[in-house]
């Protein structure tokens, strides 16, 4: 059964509510792998998501899938400055992007999970939740096509014309 209708109309309204209410936007000013910004990064992840939840026919809640996955690496700074006081990045941006979301929104568990257990097995806790091991799976799948893929660019496109996201 074909649910990326769905996922879209369930990604708009997220994403329309992160880019308004949030310092989410900022995130494109941040380098996560290449010259991929983590705006993209968590675009592409989140896209990812829905399409392995649809594909595998699991029975996810949707908008904390897209919602986890876009703040799964809120962490809001440059982690490739060697001058700033954030040093283990692969190990802490967990913790700090989950303290920022908290910040600014009511998240329920599964957020919590899949934001807190993204980087499994990098951190040793596993996720709880299906919707947090799917998007582990989608985040080492987008994180390894940012690093060596050379159509990256052409992909991110079309994923932002298939979900009508303006990149400003």
């Not at 996560?32 to 705006?39: A, N």
Request: hydrophobic share 40%; glycine share 2%; net charge positive.
């Amino acid at each position: 059964m074909n649910r990326i209708p769905e996922f879209i109309r369930d990604f708009s309204e997220v994403i329309n509510e992160l880019n308004n209410k949030s310092r989410f936007p900022l995130t494109k000013e941040f380098i996560q792998h290449g010259d991929i910004s983590v705006y993209e990064h968590c675009i592409f992840v989140a896209y990812m998501s829905c399409q392995i939840a649809n594909k595998l026919n699991i029975k996810v809640d949707k908008k904390s899938l897209i919602r986890g996955a876009l703040l799964h690496d809120y962490f809001l700074y440059d982690w490739h400055d060697k001058n700033k006081p954030i040093k283990l990045h692969g190990f802490r941006h967990p913790k700090i992007a989950l303290k920022n979301a908290s910040e600014e929104f009511i998240l329920n568990k599964k957020e919590k999970d899949i934001i807190l257990h993204h980087m499994f097995p990098l951190n040793p806790v596993p996720p709880a939740s299906k919707e947090a091991w799917i998007i582990c799976l989608a985040d080492k799948i987008c994180a390894t096509r940012e690093t060596f893929s050379s159509q990256l660019d052409k992909q991110i496109n079309a994923i932002y014309s298939h979900l009508d996201i303006i990149y400003e």
